[in-house]
């Protein structure tokens, strides 16, 4: 079955602190894509990071930056002194090939709240 | 800004009911997805448009239709409406590969409201 897990639910940090978001996933595909979605308060989904099964490369991307690791089907992400404008649910999403041609498995959502 | 546009924003309607909730995908995407947020079931996707084909069917309600018109807008329609029906829509497009797996950006949103 395909499933996207993120176990926290919220977390709560004070500005300039990073923040690291759980994503577990499990899929039979041998080649998926990983994404990572926020949803700030005013509702809209905001496209973050993509990552193919094929590359494990981790980068960063301004104060982004996320860790796949293959071996444990978890796809990380962190943000770096985070600021109050980061405050949104953020969304780990699971794209899959066979079966469910374009269809996203999101997870539940991790509620990111940074105070100042 | 995404480029895809949802219209209306917001939705009020009584049960029993039938609505329509349009979407106009980013400039040169073919594929449409249509998904539903609540707070019960989360984001669940319940169907994909590809050049006005349907694609992909998720967890759509028999209730539920949609289709992508020739210039590649598409509509969603939902009928007989119950409370349960209240939620955040969300349309989004992609480019269109023939594997689908493209990025997909989401529109705004139609936020729906069953009384």
């Known amino acids: 079955a395909q499933k996207v897990t993120q176990a926290q639910t919220e977390i709560s940090v004070v500005e300039k602190e990073d923040v690291t978001l759980d994503c577990v996933y499990e899929?039979?595909?041998?080649?998926?894509?990983l994404f990572w979605y926020k949803q700030p308060p005013s509702g809209e989904l905001v496209f973050l990071i993509r990552r193919n099964s094929f590359d494990e490369q981790n980068e960063i991307s301004g104060r982004y930056s996320w860790n796949f690791q293959k071996s444990t089907s978890s796809f990380n992400f962190t943000i770096t002194a985070s600021q109050v404008v980061d405050s949104a649910v953020y969304f780990c999403a699971l794209g899959m090939t066979t079966d469910s041609w374009g269809k996203l498995q999101f997870g539940a959502g991790t509620q990111v709240v940074v105070t100042p | 800004d995404s480029g895809v546009t949802q219209t209306p924003k917001h939705l009020i309607t009584a049960t029993g009911q039938r609505v329509t909730l349009r979407c106009s995908p980013r400039s040169g995407d073919l594929s449409v997805y249509w998904y539903q947020q609540s707070l019960d079931q989360g984001l669940q996707f319940l169907i994909q448009y590809y050049n006005g084909e349907e694609r992909a069917k998720g967890n759509i309600l028999e209730r539920f239709s949609a289709q992508q018109f020739p210039d590649l807008h598409s509509e969603l329609n939902l009928s007989s409406l119950e409370l349960g029906d209240s939620a955040l829509y969300f349309c989004?497009?992609?480019?269109?590969?023939?594997?689908?797996?493209?990025?997909?950006?989401f529109g705004p949103g139609t936020r729906l409201t069953v009384l």
């Open positions: 899929t039979r595909d041998t080649t998926y894509y």
């Open positions: 989004a497009s992609s480019a269109g590969t023939s594997d689908g797996t493209d990025t997909q950006y």
